[in-house]
């Protein structure tokens, strides 16, 4: 068992930047792939960005060049460093685990572990 808290996520200015982190627990992550998935209000939950067991990074389209995902496995934690918000970046973000391997990390229908959410929330 994995158990996952995300924190630091809040209200922000467009422009700002925000550095989510989640913190597991129970397991070492080291042989984890950890997702990134967000959900706006009233829509599906959606891809933003993996990081692999091996280190391959993966970013969703409409957050390329302005998240960067990235994992401490000494730390067993996950991070998403978002910049130049956006107030269309507002929705609960959720860290996410699995040790499945040959899976499209982008579905959260392959995920066996999940955080709680984290609110970011980005005014115009």
């Known amino acids: 068992q994995v158990q996952l808290v995300e924190s630091g996520g809040g209200l922000v200015q467009a422009g700002d930047s925000l550095r989510l982190s989640c913190a597991a627990s129970g397991q070492n992550i080291h042989a984890y792939s950890m997702t990134w998935f967000r959900q706006a209000l009233g829509k599906e939950r959606d891809f933003v960005a993996s990081v692999t067991w091996a280190g391959t990074i993966y970013h969703a389209d409409s957050v390329k060049e302005r998240f960067t995902v990235s994992r401490d496995n000494d730390k067993n934690t996950l991070y998403l460093q978002m910049n130049g918000l956006r107030p269309e970046d507002t929705a609960v973000y959720y860290c996410?685990?699995?040790?499945?391997?040959?899976?499209?990390?982008?579905?959260?229908?392959?995920?066996?572990?999940w955080g709680q959410g984290t609110q970011v929330t980005v005014s115009s």
């Open positions: 996410a685990a699995t040790d499945l391997r040959g899976i499209s990390l982008g579905s959260a229908t392959n995920q066996q572990y």
